[in-house]
């Protein structure tokens, strides 16, 4: 019906009601889907919205900055135009407004803005954001720290240099003595923030760390929240991940202990960063995979591959289990006794198991490992000819040494199956057979 032209010249109405409920009707037709926030771009309103902007009241602020993010939420090129258009400054001058109401309203903006990509990230931090949005944290009202802290997550996903701009600032202080905070929403931001800043570089990662975060942060695990749990989890994660110094800070402060409980009490993707912390940790070195073994670490992991549906959630189960029992025969048979290589052959063998879940549950890295013959047992009957290479492999180190194991190995039936398979003349797999098979007297054999 034409009604954007009807509106924009309201915006420079004399009554700075009839300013404040136009802006508010522009900004939710554009907060409403793409295409009317398009519409308000081609219309040509940001402009006059812009020059509207510096002399009024704090409602007519408020109304603007809501059509700015409301535009600029959609997509990086609305949010380019609001850029384009000198928005940036006026949402700045806003940051230091008396009203935390407008201070609130600009963060917001600013934030939806940033949020697309580095680009326009970079255009929020060269109009000089991130040192007011960090005065804006240490302000008494929590809606306003809470956005702050939001925008400033938004700021440094993107790239290490953009996280360093918000660490030059001064943020990591003031965000982790918010870790307490009794606001469950602000925790979450905060917690988001810090993830967001340690996840890029051993470097940032050390910072946040030499905040104190530790063990403050084992206590968001157990809140009653639960993107509390998952978003303090997630920042676990992204520490563990850098270094086996820092993974071992972490098992030091009671992290590893701390996160199985969480995995143990949640359900679905909360439990994803827990399961993939423990799968770093792990990775690092045969002692922090066995940190994760003597936590008992082993069965929630299990558990999370029987108990989920999501196959990205079993997928990072399976690779958490395959980095604690790749290391040493010890921590392979850690995981074989907890009989979980059946349920991990099974995932591997379905065909409705995304390709992801497949590559993650081949069991490769335990079996090349593991030397606990019952566990390999029930294993013989099911495996695919790529799997069970290693399985005989594994028997053929095994046999030769020991005289209880050679014996089971004919009453269960082992040595049979053994005799069944078609190997390759010549193949590394014919080797295995004939290895096992040269443990016994010929007539057994036969």
Known sequence: SGVMSLLRPLLLDVVPTIQQTAA??????????????????????????????????????????FVLRAVGKH????????????????LVIYLEDFDPGVKEAASWALGYIARHNSELSQAVVDAGAVPLLVLCIQEPEIALKRIAASTLS?????????????????AIAHLAQMILNPDAKLKRQVLSALSQIAKHSVDLAELVVEAEIFPVVLTCLKDSDEYVKKNGATLIREIAKHTPELSQLIVN???????????????????LPGIMMLGYVAAHSENLSMAVIVSKGIPPLCTCLVEEHEDHIKAAAAWALGQVGRHTPEHARAVAVANVLPTLLAMYMDIRSSEDLQMKATLKSILQKCTYLPALEPLLHD????????????????????????????????????????????????????????????????
């Open 154 to 170: 938004d700021i440094s996903k993107h790239s290490p240099e953009l996280a360093q701009t918000v660490v030059d600032a001064g």
């Open 75 to 90: 997509s990086p090129q609305l949010a380019q135009a609001i850029v384009q258009c000198g928005a940036l400054e006026m």
């Open 24 to 65: 508010l009707a522009l900004g939710r037709l554009a907060n409403y889907n793409d295409d009317l926030a398009e519409a308000v771009v081609k219309g040509d309103i940001l402009p006059q919205l812009v020059c509207s902007l510096s002399e009024q009241n704090r409602f007519y602020k408020k109304a603007a900055a």
């Open 253 to 271: 402060a009671g992290g590893v202990a701390a996160v199985i409980d969480c995995i143990g009490s949640c359900r679905g993707t909360v439990r």
């Open 383 to 446: 495996a695919p000819p790529n799997i069970m290479k290693h399985i005989i492999g594994q028997f053929s180190k095994v046999l030769p040494h020991d005289s209880k194991a050679r014996r089971l190995f004919v009453t269960t039936g082992g040595l049979k199956k053994v005799q069944e398979i078609k190997a390759e003349p010549g193949s590394l797999l014919q080797e295995y057979i004939n290895t096992i098979n040269n443990c016994y007297p010929e007539e057994i054999v036969r």
